[in-house]
């Protein structure tokens, strides 16, 4: 199996964390809703109301104008048609059964704007009040104004609150009298007046309608989003069995559960892999702990006062403190390049020189247990980077080589210059290399893989994690290949620095 796998990147940005705040000033869902519901309707309401009025107003107009002309035109025709004397001197009488048939006031008057008819029997003319009863000269004035203006021989017009059909009338041969006939508007007025009531009444039942739905709405919308925060709340408390699940019917919450379900699962796994991390790390710590407490023992006890003796005993408890020092270096580097406490210092440095100095480090490797590095190094590479932390890197990337390479014990570095202004830096391993499942994970902090090795070279299962870190913070392309019984080989990719 042959794969070449870059390392899996983090798809969600760690935020610093922030406290929770309880108490929000933002507005509930509910209210927002409601909010909108009842200004919606509200508005709709009005805009029907006002509508309807001006609607119901114009055609009541147009129809009391028809209507009064036409009763205007037949009351016309009934007074022409009958001969002066067919009254028998009872002409009001007759005027006021017209005006009770169509429903309507009726005058005949002078041109001077006297009531002529009908005439009230049994009234004092001389009674002012009676006397401003009788006057119609500014009616009077109206009526001649609109004749003039109108194009038939008689006028249909609104009066002071009534609507007025007029013409000139001879009822006896010399006379020039006008008939007046007039409405009074009121009935729009009540008609539009219980409009108003009956929109009011309206008005309030779409209140309490779009109160309904909008709390029928939020809740349908918010319960999910209450359940996914009262569950994301226990999974800050560490409940990692939490399953978030958004309302099937939106596409938002459908993402935004599944975004929660992953934040979960790495959550889970850090969870898993930290706890893994004490344990290994405690043990870790606990050999090396040992090994000084019994060789300290035993240079009081017994190699005390043997200088050879008590020099390779120090020897060991000199070599233990160092691992143990190393173990807690990494696990300090690690959340110091993490938090991005410690910022990069960038400079522009040999690589090719700095690589045979880290290569150097393991020279006791090749004395003491047989290790062979075969090198294929381009010289004067120059890149700009932070040369402390990248010298971590080929460190971590060559020890870890050297830990898992075979029986052969054999070690492949290489530096060489690339075509597009960039060199790579690889290692090669011959070990039992990485399983295809595997390759993603191992980039991972405090993952270690399940197999033991035989470790020349300390390991805490941080390396690659600080190595990923510390290429992520200076952009740098690198990943691994391997081959699974044949070896694996990790890779990075600098640019050149002229
Ligand atoms: P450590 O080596 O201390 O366990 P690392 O973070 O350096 O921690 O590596 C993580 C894991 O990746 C190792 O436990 C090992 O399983 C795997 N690994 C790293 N380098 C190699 C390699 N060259 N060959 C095979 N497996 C490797």
Redesign the pocket.
């Known amino acids: 199996m042959h794969g070449s796998v870059a390392p899996k990147q983090p798809k969600i940005k760690p935020r610093r964390t922030r406290r929770y705040r309880k108490k929000q000033r933002s507005t509930s869902i509910y209210f927002l809703l409601w909010a909108i519901f009842s200004a919606l309707s509200l508005l709709i309401v009005l805009i029907f109301g006002v509508s309807q009025q001006l609607l119901m107003e114009q055609s009541y107009k147009t129809e009391a104008s028809q209507e009064i002309a036409e009763k205007g035109e037949k009351i016309r025709g009934h007074i022409k048609n009958r001969p002066p004397d067919s009254f028998g001197g009872n002409e009001s009488g007759y005027i006021h059964i017209m005006e009770m048939e169509y429903d309507v006031r009726i005058f005949i008057l002078s041109e001077d704007g006297r009531r002529i008819l009908p005439q009230e029997p049994n009234v004092d003319m001389t009674d002012p009040d009676i006397q401003e009863y009788f006057d119609f000269t500014e009616e009077t004035a109206e009526l001649k104004k609109q004749l003039t203006k109108s194009t038939a021989d008689f006028a249909v017009f609104e009066g002071d609150g009534e609507y007025v059909y007029g013409c000139e009338i001879a009822l006896y041969e010399d006379s020039t009298w006008y008939l007046y006939v007039g409405k009074s508007l009121s009935l729009m007025e009540t008609a539009i007046a219980r409009m108003n009531v009956r929109m009011v009444l309206i008005a309030v039942f779409v209140l309490v309608l779009a109160f309904a739905m909008s709390s029928a709405v939020s809740g349908w919308l918010a319960k999910p989003i209450s359940e996914m925060t009262e569950k994301a709340r226990r999974l800050a408390q560490g409940d990692f069995e939490v399953d978030f699940h958004g309302a099937d019917y939106n596409k938002e919450m459908v993402e935004l559960a599944e975004t929660l379900n992953f934040a979960r699962e790495e959550l889970s796994k850090t969870d898993r892999m930290q706890k893994e991390l004490i344990a290994n790390v405690s043990h870790d710590f606990k050999t090396p702990l040992t090994m000084i407490k019994a060789y300290a023992s035993m240079i009081i006890e017994i190699s005390g006062d043997n200088p050879e003796k008590r020099n390779k005993h120090a020897q060991v408890i000199v070599d233990e403190a160092d691992r143990l020092a190393s173990l807690v270096g990494d696990v300090l580097d690690l959340s110091k390049i993490r938090s991005g406490v410690t910022p990069l210092e960038m400079k522009a440095f040999d690589m090719s020189a700095y690589l045979y100095e880290i290569l150097d480090r393991f020279a006791y490797l090749k004395e003491t247990q047989g290790y062979q590095f075969i090198t294929d190094i381009d010289d004067g590479l120059y890149t700009r980077a932070d040369e402390l932390k990248i010298g971590q890197v080929l460190y ?1 990337l060559i ?3 050297v ?3 075979g029986e052969d014990k054999t070690v492949f570095v290489s530096l060489k210059k690339q075509t597009d202004g960039q060199f790579r830096f690889s290692v090669r ?1 011959t ?4 399983k295809p499942e ?1 390759m993603s994970e ?1 980039w991972d902090r405090y ?3 399940s ?1 033991a090795h035989k ?1 020349p070279v300390q ?7 600080i190595v990923k870190t510390i290429l992520q913070r200076h952009n740098l392309q690198f990943g691994v290949e ?1 081959e699974q019984g044949k ?2 080989t ?1 890779y990075a990719v600098f640019p050149i620095e002229q």
């Not at 390991?459 to 994690?465: K, R």
């Open positions: 971590n020890g870890n080589a830990n898992y390479t391993d070990g039992k290399g990485i595997e191992i993952y270690r893989s197999e470790r390991g805490t299962g941080l390396g690659l994690s391997s070896g694996s990790f």
